[in-house]
């Protein structure tokens, strides 16, 4: 995936986002993603505590699926993003594994509001907050991404099967993802940064949980 990033402005809601992602068509995942975030006017110089992170798509399999990102790269000691399609809901959870297996629920304070979501048989999108992400304390494991330096590593990961229990994001259960994973360094320019951010964070209101 590229490493400095686009910027696109979604239409819908006029959010500038920065974005990285892997094009639908490419051996790594099948699909394709992208992702993209958008950070509080003076992220580049103090270190954020939240941004707007849009999954522009999520490969899925006529609505089934879901994809993960780490907020620190790696699956292990990160705060990890789960998503996921159900009927005409886009569901989230936030997750900390302690090694490679099932994530454990997130124990610290942060928290995901939706701001819109979208489906169709190929893709799921979604455009969230995520408050109290960027910096992480999992009973006490702590950590965090800072975004002052202009630079985040992040990770990936897709899969194909749906989550069992899908509509209750606290106990679903998930196998193996098997549409590919990575760890990228995603480089943050000036227009990740916006003054607008405080209005546009004040766009996510729906709670789903
Ligand atoms: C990598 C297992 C869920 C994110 C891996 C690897 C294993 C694994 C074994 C290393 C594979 C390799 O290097 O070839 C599992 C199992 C899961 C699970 C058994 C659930 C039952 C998740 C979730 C996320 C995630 C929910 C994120 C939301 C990642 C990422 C990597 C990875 C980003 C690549 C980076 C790294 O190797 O640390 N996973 N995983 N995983 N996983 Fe998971």
């Not at 799921?124 to 202009?150: E, I, M, P, Y």
């Not at 760890?183 to 789903?208: F, R």
Request: with cysteine.
């Amino acid at each position: 995936q590229n490493n400095v990033p686009n910027t696109f402005t979604d239409a819908e809601t006029g959010i500038v986002f920065n974005s990285w992602g892997i094009p639908n068509g490419s051996p790594q995942s099948q699909g394709g993603w992208t992702f993209g975030m958008a950070l509080p006017s003076d992220a580049l110089s103090t270190d954020a505590t939240e941004f707007i992170g849009y999954l522009v798509e999520c490969a899925s399999k006529d609505a089934a699926g879901w994809c993960g990102f780490s907020l620190a790269g790696p699956m292990t000691n990160s705060l990890l993003i789960t998503a996921w399609p159900h009927e005409d809901t886009v569901y989230t959870t936030l997750r900390y594994a302690g090694g490679y297996a099932m994530p454990d629920k997130y124990a610290g304070n942060a928290e995901i509001t939706q701001i819109r979501s979208s489906q169709n048989s190929t893709h799921f999108s979604l455009v969230f907050r995520c408050k109290n992400c960027l910096q992480w304390d999992h009973n006490g494991s702590t950590g965090g991404a800072s975004t002052s330096g202009g630079f985040l590593v992040l990770g990936w990961v897709q899969a194909f099967p749906s989550p069992g229990n899908p509509t209750c994001p606290d106990q679903i259960t998930l196998e193996q993802h098997d549409n590919g994973m990575g760890i990228w360094g995603a480089v943050l320019d000036e227009n990740v940064a916006n003054p607008s951010y405080t209005a546009w964070a004040a766009q996510a209101t729906k709670t789903v949980t």
